[in-house]
């Protein structure tokens, strides 16, 4: 289980700053893909492994794109806000041991809630840090919206590879 | 104590976060807007090392766009060579001055080769007989003068710069048309000497001097330089002054050759007043 999720932290990294990071529709759309690693990891981890982990994603990535500290604070960030994401929309049936959220095991709907809600949180802490200022508040918003579009598109085809390999 | 190792150990989860957040904002605000070489060394040799290795992979794929951009580059150089302007570029321009009945036709050249350096320089310009180049035409670029032509062949010709020993134009200062002559006298390719200005006459630096329109070679009014500083020298009947060229010698790129069309009329009339 540990060694599939450091495998699947590597590769993800590898994805991101490899192909993702050039990919730019119209100067306001990237994907981020990488965030599918804090959305997949199991339900039992541990909450200080989550952060830890989570900084260090961000921080590989980072120092792959030039942009020290800044994918490290939306990763933590949104490792932060997984917890109480998750109670807030399940409805308090405990999870299988050992599984991860998926579209199979929680259904479309509590998945696709979970996820919309995390990458929007990544997303917007990761624009507008990058920007900083508010003069740019709109269209840095667009930028938001249509980026986490992009992603979230990437994380459900994600999905449904892994649920056919299975 | 006790109570307070409780309490973090309670609630580690929101200071980790809150470490976490801060070691990643230090990073932002500090390595993001000036980029601190000790702590990129290592990361980006990594960096580097990776997108690299990715990049001598990804270049394949992109050969056949490569390739295209090359070409057209070459294209758009080989148009720009001198041999794929020679004949086809002839442009020539007229300026009609109704005022005198007089008429100039300007031939635009590229400069082929040039020097400040010697003290005798002259100019290749890639206009010669064929274009209608012929010896004695003046040479400006702009407003501006660079020399007159002294040697020309089929395809070229060789401009006598203003930066020659034989060079000497006759000028005059703008504010009075007090004639002058302007020379060179070696050293600083943007200094030049004014002779014979005459005792009486009130120099002040900045002063300009242009063409006097008195020779054949240059139309009225082309620019030569502004007055730098002078000396005024008791024992003889002129003062002379330096003078700031207005044409930078070391950076001609194109030039126009000056055409007076009724230099010959000019000529004739001339002769004709000597031989009486």
Avoid: C
Avoid at chain 1, 63 to 90: D, E, H, K, W, Y
Avoid at chain 1, 100 to 112: A, D, H, N, V, Y
Avoid at chain 2, 29 to 53: H, K, L
């Amino acid at each position: 289980m540990t060694l599939k999720n450091i495998i699947r932290f590597v590769l993800l990294v590898l994805l991101q700053v490899l192909i993702l990071n050039h990919v730019s529709l119209g100067g306001y759309v990237n994907p981020y893909l990488y965030v599918l690693f804090i959305l997949w990891l199991p339900f039992s981890t541990e909450r200080w492994v989550l952060l830890i982990s989570a900084f260090l994603l961000g921080f590989a990535v980072d120092i792959f794109s030039n942009t020290l500290g800044l994918n490290a604070a939306a990763s933590v960030a949104m490792a932060f806000a997984r917890p109480f994401v998750i109670s807030m929309i399940s409805t308090g049936a405990d999870f299988e041991p050992g599984s991860r959220p998926s579209i199979k095991g929680q259904g479309m709907r509590w998945f696709l809630s979970y996820a919309v809600i995390l990458v929007l949180i990544h997303h917007t802490v990761l624009f507008y840090l990058e920007i900083f200022r508010f003069s740019e508040f709109f269209s840095t918003l667009l930028r938001v919206v249509l980026s986490a579009i992009f992603t979230l598109g990437l994380v459900l085809l994600s999905e449904y590879l892994t649920i056919r390999k299975k | 104590m006790r109570n307070l190792y409780l309490f973090f150990r309670k609630h580690y989860f929101y200071f980790l976060f809150l470490l976490l957040e801060t070691v990643s904002l230090i990073l932002v605000f500090n390595y993001n807007d000036f980029q601190n070489a000790a702590v990129y060394t290592w990361s980006e040799q990594a960096a580097g090392s990776v997108n690299s290795m990715f990049r001598n992979i990804s270049e394949y794929f992109s050969l056949r766009n490569t390739n295209r951009v090359l070409t057209e580059e070459i294209a758009q150089l080989q148009s720009r060579m001198p041999e794929a302007f020679y004949k086809a570029d002839t442009n020539t321009f007229f300026l009609r001055d109704t005022m005198y009945k007089s008429e100039y036709r300007y031939i635009a050249a590229r400069v082929i080769s040039n020097t400040t350096a010697k003290r005798n320089n002259f100019i290749m310009i890639n206009k010669g007989r064929m274009h209608g180049v012929q010896s004695h035409m003046g040479v400006i670029i702009g407003n501006r003068l660079v020399g007159q032509v002294v040697g020309v062949s089929r395809n070229f010709s060789w401009v006598m710069s203003l930066l020659n020993k034989d060079s000497r134009i006759s000028g005059k200062f703008r504010k009075n048309n007090q004639l002058v002559n302007v020379e060179w006298t070696g050293g600083s390719y943007r200094y030049g000497t004014v002779r014979e200005i005459p005792k009486h006459f009130e120099i002040v630096p900045g002063d300009t001097i242009i063409t006097s329109g008195n020779s054949e070679i240059f139309p009225e009014g082309i620019l030569v330089g502004t007055i730098e500083d002078f000396t005024i020298s008791p024992d003889e009947n002129f003062n002379t002054a330096r003078i700031l060229f207005s044409t930078d010698f070391n950076s001609l790129g194109y030039v126009e050759v000056v055409i007076d069309l009724m230099r010959k009329e000019k000529e004739d009339l001339k002769n004709s007043v000597q031989t009486k």
